[in-house]
């Protein structure tokens, strides 16, 4: 289906049956409402399950069995590192600002 060129508003269409293309002024298009699908909380939380119960079944071999324990060490450590850079940063005191007054 496609603009027929040599036709004002009108339209050319291929019709197998009879293999000829055709000129028309209406078409129809449908479906009108395609349905989009949808996907609710429940299935993103029936997933996610499911991919943990399958790396829990079979780990791949890349992982570590001391991963929460990095993870715990580099928190620490990044809050420390935190705690640092925030006592040495000294914030100046606010500055009171006194409202204009033209008279």
């Known amino acids: 289906m496609g603009p027929s060129l040599h036709h004002y508003w009108c339209v050319q269409y291929y019709i197998p049956r009879i293999k000829a293309i055709l000129n028309s002024d209406t078409v129809d298009f449908f479906p009108h409402a395609t ?5 609710h909380l429940k299935d993103y939380l029936k997933q996610s399950v499911s991919n943990i119960i399958s790396i829990l079944a079979k780990p791949p071999p890349t992982t570590s069995l001391s991963l929460t324990a990095d993870i715990t060490e580099d928190s620490q450590r990044k809050q420390k590192e935190f ?3 925030k006592n ?10 006194i409202p204009f007054n033209e008279t």
């Open 83 to 85: 705690q640092i850079i």
């Open 35 to 39: 349905p989009f699908p949808e996907a």
């Open 88 to 97: 040495k940063k000294k914030l100046p005191n606010p500055i009171n600002i």
